[in-house]
Nanobody, 124 residues
Framework: QVQLVESGGGFVQAGGSLRLSCAAS????????MGWFRQAPGKEREIVAS????????YYADSVKGRFTISRDNSKNTVYLQMNTLKPEDTAVYYC?????????????????WGQGTQVTVSS
């Protein structure tokens, strides 16, 4: 059974930073694509960033380009999302997800497993 556990969410003022982590177990993390998604109240879940199994390719939503960085440490079975210059519109529950394919996926329906989510709240 694959388990994804997010951590690092919290409350921060606009302009601040947070680093999310997602620890994976139960699957060969090092050959899996990973992604971060978010869902704000009343809105659909949207992709934030994704990273290929080897870290060689990444994708960012336009809304976070230049502010967020996705990375992974395959020796620790962990994927990270460094979030800088946070804005109130970044407020959402953030989810990590695992994609068993070798490609770089950006659509939620391409991901096979999901974490429970971590709340990020950015005050103005």
């Amino acid at each position: 059974q694959v388990q994804l556990v997010e951590s690092g969410g919290g409350f921060v003022q606009a302009g601040g930073s947070l680093r999310l982590s997602c620890a994976a177990s139960g699957h060969t993390f090092s050959i899996s694509g990973m992604g971060w998604f978010r869902q704000a109240p009343g809105k659909e879940r949207e992709i934030v960033a994704s990273i290929r199994w080897d870290g060689a390719r990444v994708y960012y939503a336009d809304s976070v380009k230049g502010r967020f960085t996705i990375s992974r440490d395959n020796s620790k079975n962990t994927v990270y999302l460094q979030m800088n210059t946070l804005k109130p519109e970044d407020t959402a529950v953030y989810y990590c997800a695992l994609d068993r394919s070798f490609g770089l996926s950006v659509s939620a329906d391409m991901f096979d497993y999901w974490g429970q989510g971590t709340q990020v709240t950015v005050s103005s």
